[in-house]
Structures are given as structure tokens and as C-alpha cells.
Nanobody, 124 residues
Framework: QVQLVESGGGLVQPGGSLRLSCAAS??????????MGWYRQAPGKERELVAS???????NYADSVKGRFTISRDYAKNTVYLQLNSLKPEDTAVYFC????????????????WGQGTQVTVSS
């Protein structure tokens, strides 16, 4: 079984910064983490992609966060980070970690997993 555990959310004033973390762990052996990304969902809105990073390090960002957010990975720790700078009230949402992971069960199985979400609130 794979778990994605997020941390780092909270309340911050407009213009402030936060750093989100998402660590992947499995009861079996992780063969490869193909993709890690962050989505967010605000009240009454659909979940949307914020940023993603492939196993090769290629990144992708929503237009609304380009230049303000930075996604990065620590391959040794199976962890993805999202640095949120210059936060705006419209960034308020629950942020979810998402990852496509291949594990040995014992044959390789590739599935997509979600974290439980972490609340980010931007307010004065």
C-alpha cells in the first residue's frame, strides 16, 4: 500500500510564503515514482492542477502560479515540495498531492495516488 503524506499548510497573509511537502511511502518496494504533482480545490470550484514534475525533472505550472510557485523533488526521500511565494487570497484552497508510482507486488504495478490534502488560507 502506498501513502502520500502532506504537510506545510496554514494561514498566511497576502504576499507571504509557505512550503508544502509530500512524502511517498509504501509497504512494498517502490520501483519508480513516475510523476508527482500538486492540485488544489477551492470551495465551490473544481480541483485544478497547480504544478507537476516528472521523473526526469520536467516541470509544468498553471498560468495563475507561474513565477510565484516552485515545485521540486528530493528523489532520495521520495518527496515533492511546493514553494508558494507572493501568495494571494485567491490561492486559498485545499492542496492535494498526486503521484503515479510503480511498486513491486511482486510484479510491477503502476497506480495513481492522492494525499489527504492540506489547507492553505491566505488572508489578512
Amino acid at each position: 500500500q502506498v501513502q502520500l503524506v502532506e504537510s506545510g499548510g496554514g494561514l498566511v497573509q497576502p504576499g507571504g510564503s509557505l512550503r508544502l511537502s509530500c512524502a511517498a511511502s509504501a509497504s512494498g518496494r517502490i520501483a519508480n515514482i513516475n510523476y508527482m504533482g500538486w492540485y488544489r480545490q477551492a470551495p465551490g470550484k473544481e480541483r485544478e492542477l497547480v504544478a507537476s514534475i516528472t521523473s526526469g525533472g520536467r516541470t509544468n505550472y498553471a498560468d495563475s502560479v507561474k513565477g510565484r510557485f516552485t515545485i521540486s523533488r528530493d528523489y532520495a526521500k521520495n518527496t515533492v515540495y511546493l514553494q508558494l511565494n507572493s501568495l494571494k487570497p485567491e490561492d486559498t484552497a485545499v492542496y492535494f498531492c498526486n503521484s503515479e508510482i510503480t511498486t513491486f507486488q511482486p510484479m510491477p504495478v503502476t497506480l495513481t495516488y492522492w494525499g489527504q490534502g492540506t489547507q492553505v488560507t491566505v488572508s489578512s
